[in-house]
């Protein structure tokens, strides 16, 4: 009697636990049908969410038989949070596709072909020069500079040390001036390496941008003529 009485009350709870999470699930308009197939791969249908599917995609059909929406997976916590950052990296994703997409449509703005390209390489190439051309007058202006140092250094020749701290300071300087234009004019040439290569990946990518634009193929791919190669 008791171990019947046990059993019943039992029976309760597991309704009631049943009944709270169906009470959980969001439910359709009137006369929709839910189905899924369930872990052990059986098929089931009902008029409301299927416990035995929360785990899983189900799908609410209009009584028509036409899908009306996805319903679930019931997530835990952690799968939720996981879900939530994959979806963040998906727009993250979608983020970055489309300023570069938005990147490329100003770089072909800018640069509608090669021509326009070359103009602008060249005028950077040029300003780079311009630096280095100002710095080599710069150095030329110096080292008249040190001549005339020198030619005053010529009255203490035979005793360098008896020339006067004046003098011996501007010739340091002189010094470090022009190691310091020859440091700069070296860096130039470094910088207009930079330049060049910079135009050269950028001019690569402008290639391929300016092909499809023209739906010309893009080189490697297979295409009907050179699938079957030349004989």
């Known amino acids: 009697m008791h171990k019947t009485a046990w059993l019943i009350g039992e029976l309760a709870l597991a309704g009631l636990a049943t009944a709270s999470v169906w009470a959980q699930q969001p439910t359709g308009p ?13 098929k089931l249908t009902a008029d409301r969410p299927i416990a035995d599917c929360l785990d899983r995609e189900q799908r609410e059909l209009a009584p028509s038989g036409m899908v009306r ?10 799968e939720r ?52 051309a100002t ?27 008896k020339a006067p701290m004046v003098l011996r300071t501007r010739i340091a300087e002189n010094e470090d001036s022009v190691a310091e234009q020859q440091r700069f004019i070296a860096g130039q040439g470094d910088e207009k390496r930079r330049v060049h290569q910079r135009f050269d990946v950028e001019l690569a990518q402008l290639r ?10 893009v ?3 297979a295409t009907p003529a050179s699938a079957g190669g030349s004989r």
């Open 135 to 161: 710095a080599e007058k710069r150095l030329i202006e110096l080292r008249q500079q040190r001549k005339t140092l020198d030619t005053e250094m010529e009255f203490y020749k035979k005793d360098p040390s």
């Open 208 to 217: 391929k941008l300016w092909d499809e634009q023209r739906g010309v193929a």
């Open 30 to 42: 009137v006369g929709s049908i839910y189905t899924c197939t369930d872990r052990n791969g059986r």
């Open 81 to 132: 949070a996981v879900v939530e950052a994959r979806q963040r990296k998906e727009a993250e994703e979608r983020s970055r596709a489309l300023e570069e997409r938005r990147r490329e449509r100003a770089l072909t703005a800018r640069y509608p072909d090669k021509a326009a390209h070359d103009v602008e390489r060249k005028a950077a190439i040029q300003m780079v020069e311009d630096v280095a």
């Open 69 to 78: 929406r996805q319903v679930g997976p019931v997530l835990s916590e952690q």
């Open 219 to 221: 080189p490697g791919a």
